[in-house]
């Protein structure tokens, strides 16, 4: 299995990171433009509000990516990422760019100064493909925290209003596993497909796997505890 990353940052205190939808697509944007061995000067760069995150008015050289970016979930105040490096030092490299360029942002717009994050961030690599096999399920379930927080005790009853939360929730990137587009330039799905199957395979096991979450298989690998 190749090297891959569960990482895990948080707003300082607790605080929210993303205060309206244009700081969410702002950070999904930074996503791809920042994984790039090449400098990225993003103040200039603008994109739309659509399907794809690499629309854009602007020339720009073939980008050299840093990492793989397996799969993204955006809460309120933290971000969980799952990423393989491309590079040596690719995922140190990435994270880099990825907090700092966007606390950039986000100071600017709301004209506040000081640290956006809580510290470094949280990463382990994940080395037991038993592990592995579960955690973009745990990750995409994240936003059930919003609506649903039983999720996490195995006590959700309603399954089929959780999933409809989700695949209401644009801040992940559960909709293009599903095969609705949604932000499809950011990741690369095909190595997780090939572990986890067709677009309606990975719908049927998030449902499987809502109704059966084994936490404790992969207690020591969500980071946030």
């Not at 400098?39 to 690499?54: E, G, L, M, S």
């Not at 990825?98 to 506040?112: D, P």
């Not at 209003?161 to 690369?188: C, H, M, Q």
């Amino acid at each position: 299995m190749a090297q891959i990353f569960h990482t895990l940052n948080r707003g300082v205190d607790k605080r929210k990171i993303f205060l309206d939808d244009q700081d969410y697509f702002r950070f999904i944007h930074d996503l791809f433009e920042f994984n790039d061995e090449n400098r990225v000067n993003t103040t200039f760069y603008h994109f739309k509000r659509c399907n794809d995150i690499a629309s854009r008015k602007i020339e720009r050289k073939k980008r050299k990516l840093l990492v793989e970016i397996h799969t993204f979930c955006l809460m309120p105040n933290h971000y969980h990422l799952l990423i393989s490096p491309k590079i040596e030092n690719g995922v140190s490299k990435f994270m880099k760019k990825l907090n700092m360029g966007y606390a950039k942002y986000f100071n600017q717009k709301y004209e506040r100064k000081g640290a956006l994050f809580e510290g470094r961030y949280k990463s382990i690599i994940v080395t037991d493909e038993a592990h592995f096999v579960h955690l973009p399920y745990y990750i995409h379930l994240n936003p059930l925290d919003l609506k649903f927080p039983e999720w996490r005790n195995g006590m959700i009853k309603n399954h089929k209003g959780a999933l409809e939360f989700l695949e209401n929730y644009r801040w992940s990137s559960y909709l293009d596993y599903i095969g609705k587009k949604n932000f499809p330039s950011v990741t690369y799905r095909e190595f997780l497909s090939e572990c986890l199957g067709s677009p309606k395979q990975y719908e049927k096991n998030t449902i499987e796997w809502l109704r059966g979450a084994d936490f404790e298989t992969i207690k020591d690998l969500t980071l946030e505890i």
